[in-house]
């Protein structure tokens, strides 16, 4: 990949690359602050005013006028949890200059727009105006209850609640209902200033333009001052010594089971390489040992997967299933933590599992979402391991390097959001 | 000679290959120069095809059986999951069943040729025990369930069947516990063998391949005379809807809605009425999209949020408008919707809206290019159209201001359903 990475300013990062493949372009700005319960909502309410007006274009309908005469520039805002940061991010979608009408430079406009949601938001009297505020706390109420719509989302959310109490990492990046309801214009303002005068920010870009062409639009339109670039470390979860379990009610037709697993805390790039093995093996494919025997030789669900956070010394696994069997099922997927433990695996799981893993990664310039997930991975974390390295750690993983991961897997939540009783 | 026809675009400079069996199996290859390469086998043959007619002889599926011989067909011989196969070659594999298609593909960055085997020989042959039938309906009988317990899925499904009397839309793509029940091998087998036929199968490819040895490899599997596809049989549907208003409740925030325009179908899937569909879609988002004076109006006042969504779909025999999103207004964001189609029916639209309109759906149009997944699918999908997804492009810029005002003026807005999900119990 054709990758430049640069400090428009300090505490900024810039990272672009350089791809004749795609007719759109991705530009990204990513600030990040800490997780925390106190203040998540603001950020979750300030992400969704930004891009809905600005200044310039302060009804939503000029907005979006000048947005579809721009090609339908796709201009979107949200909040992300990555470990124990939060992540508002703003983006850009943008169609290649090359596809334009008349030469137009649709990136420069594009980029435009962008700085202008950064960084001359539609205020009134020093304030997000109360109407839109009033409007957006409403959405983002309901954005935030509708997760009950959403099942196995909602169990996972549960868990983590659950399973990390008074960690931010069982903080949900939305944000909670009191919090938001408590909030107006004026309190958005301390937000908008932690934003644009200190957190650490990350652009990226991935497209056809040059990197001259891309760093002139980032320094024209998107003029940040010099910040610390520092990031917050994750909490590592400390283990308990026993198994909780929760089982709450709603009304549904199948039960959903997340059991919560702990294991040694992957803090440099050769252990990650190894999670990434493990869980290729244990759960994270339809190859898997839970796929291939919770689903297909027990038939106990549709979908069992795990899903490990590199940032976090957890695994999560989650399965919908008919109610009444989860004790069977929490059996089930015991047994491949345990198989896991004594290396039941044939070296050509191991060897499958690497090149399944090379392919999602060789698989990277597939889309400008991926190209832009991997540029942000190598700006933002000061040991990111490059493509190239990635592959290599992956390919040394050993049969005795999965195991000794494997032996420090313990179950510490039996979570089921239970139904149809 | 090669025996592939190239069709190329010049105004967004992309081209495909394409090549069709003596026995009608069709072949799509769109050259990309990406490590990531993307196969996929469409066999015409979906949830709508519950009764067909074949040799003068009327067969009744249970609904679900295209979805269930979609699980089935990754069994291999020795009762195999075929993801193994895929699994060593480092393919990335997958399924999925539509109302009109079942697709099955992969996705590799090595080894090509071998995971194109391994697909093409899934596809070429069925092989299920009456065990492993009966262990997938608990299999499917989940996933049913899953969508079951998703109420966005049910305000959709409730406004297809308030919507139409007897189309199959109003089944559930992957049937339902009972129709599944229902289900034997011999089912399996013989959908298997009256639609798997060359005819009605496709194989689109995406990436930078040896044209003449996908033809070889699929000449290898699929060495069969030709059969015709089974005739779907629509029963009669009235131009009524069945019911105005279908309420159910469940787990919401808050009440999810979903308004139903039925609009006059088209019997075939062709370029006319494509084209036709392409004139509403516009219509439609002159009128509900984001830039719009109803969008912007009705957000700005509250009575909808950004949940608010408004689609026309369209088959062989049928067609609607849904304009789905939450909150407790429906009857008022219906009122509303009504008021706005019979206002534009009078007070149409600028020259400069609909060429900005038409602008931005080309913009986004474009970007279907970008990813290869979707490329493939799109192309499998038509590849025994008449019309390709080029065509589709070149339709915006060739569908006129009249077509899009006789789009409006065919909405009946009387003739509309509401599906509503009320907030039921709480956690």
Known sequence: ?421 | MSRFTLTENKTFKECYYSATLENGFKITIIPKDRKAMFAMVCCNFGGADIKYERDGVIHTLPSGTAHFLEHKMFETEDGRDSFLDFDSFGGNANAYTSFSNTCYYFSCTENFYENLNVLLSSVSSIHCSDDSVEKEKKIIAREITMYDDSPSTNVGRNLRQALYHAHPTIYPISGSVETISEITKETLYTAYEHFYVPSNLSLCVCGDVDMDKVLSAVEQYFDLPRTERPKTIYEAEPEHVVRDRIVESSVVASALYCIGFKCTPSERNDYESTRRATAMRLAISLMFGRASDFFCQSYESGLINERFYAGYTSSENSAYIAISGSGNDYDAVAERVCEEIERRKEIFFTHEQILREKKAAYAESLTLFDSCEDLTASMAACAHLDYDEFDCIEMLRDVTEQEIRDAIGSIDTRNRSISIIQKGTDL
Do not use: W
């Open chain 1, 1 to 421: 990949m054709n990758i430049k990475i640069s400090h428009p300013q300090e505490g900024v990062l810039l990272a672009a690359c350089k791809t004749d493949k795609f007719k759109s372009a991705l530009m990204t700005v990513s600030f990040a602050v800490d997780l925390d319960e106190e203040t998540a909502s603001g950020y979750s309410l300030l992400t969704n005013l930004l891009s809905l007006t600005t200044g310039s274009y302060p009804t939503m309908q000029s907005f979006s006028l000048i947005k579809d005469d721009l090609y339908a520039l796709g201009l979107d805002a949200y909040v992300q949890r990555r470990g124990e940061l939060l992540l508002v991010r703003l983006e850009i979608n943008a169609l290649a200059d090359s596809y334009a009408f008349d030469n137009e430079r649709v990136l420069f406009r594009a980029t435009e727009l962008l700085g202008d949601a950064i960084f001359n938001p539609n205020l009134v009297d020093g304030a997000f105006p109360e109407g839109a505020v009033v409007n957006e706390k409403a959405c983002l109420i309901e954005e935030i209850a509708s997760l009950v719509e959403n099942k196995p989302s909602y169990a996972m959310l549960r868990a983590r609640q659950i399973m990390c109490e008074n960690e931010p990492f069982s903080v949900d990046a939305a944000g909670d209902i009191k919090r938001v309801e408590a909030l107006d214009g004026s309190k958005l303002i301390p937000y908008y200033k932690r934003l644009i005068e200190s957190a650490p920010v990350f652009i990226t870009y991935a497209g056809e333009a040059d990197f001259e062409y891309v760093e002139e639009c980032v320094n024209t339109h998107l003029p940040f001052t010099k910040r610390s670039g520092e990031l917050s470390r994750s909490v590592v979860h400390e283990r308990r010594n026993e198994i909780i379990r929760v089982r709450e009610e709603m009304e549904m037709e199948q039960s959903v089971l997340i059991l919560g697993l702990t294991s040694d805390f992957c803090d440099d790039a050769r252990s990650r390489a190894i999670l990434t093995v493990y869980d290729e093996i244990f759960g994270g494919s339809a190859a898997s040992k839970l796929f291939m025997n919770v689903r297909e030789r027990e038939g106990l669900c549709y979908y069992c997967s795990s899903y490990p956070s590199s940032r976090k010394n957890i695994i999560f696994v989650s399965c919908g299933l008919e109610p009444g069997v989860e004790d069977k099922a929490i059996e089930a997927i015991y047994r491949e933590v345990d198989a896991m433990k004594n290396g039941d695996f044939l070296d050509s799981d191991l060897l499958n599992a690497k090149n399944s893993i090379a392919r999602s990664l060789n698989s990277v310039e597939s889309s400008l979402n991926s190209i832009s997930g991997y540029l942000l991975s190598q700006i933002i974390a000061k040991d990111a391991a490059t493509l190239e390295e990635s592959l290599e750690l992956i390919m040394n993983v050993s049969r005795e390097d999965v195991i000794s991961f494997a032996k420090s897997v313990t179950p510490e939540l039996e979570y089921i959001l239970g139904g149809g009783e």
